[in-house]
């Protein structure tokens, strides 16, 4: 029975560029995972800003 790899999935910090570029204080940030064999590339949710009341896109800062 082959042992399962561990490290494909990584933990990641999302951060909202909305409020990143208005300049208006806090910061929104949700942490994750994501499979780095699949998706090598930063990852682009949309999520929930409470600061900003609404839907925004958040990107993987690192």
Known sequence: MAKKNKEA???IILECTEQKSSGIPGMSRYISTKN???TPERLE??????????????KEIK
Do not use: A, E, S
């Open 36 to 38: 780095r064999k699949n």
């Open 9 to 11: 999935r990584q933990q």
């Open 45 to 58: 949710l949309k999520k929930y800003n409470p600061f900003l009341k609404k839907v925004t896109i958040h």
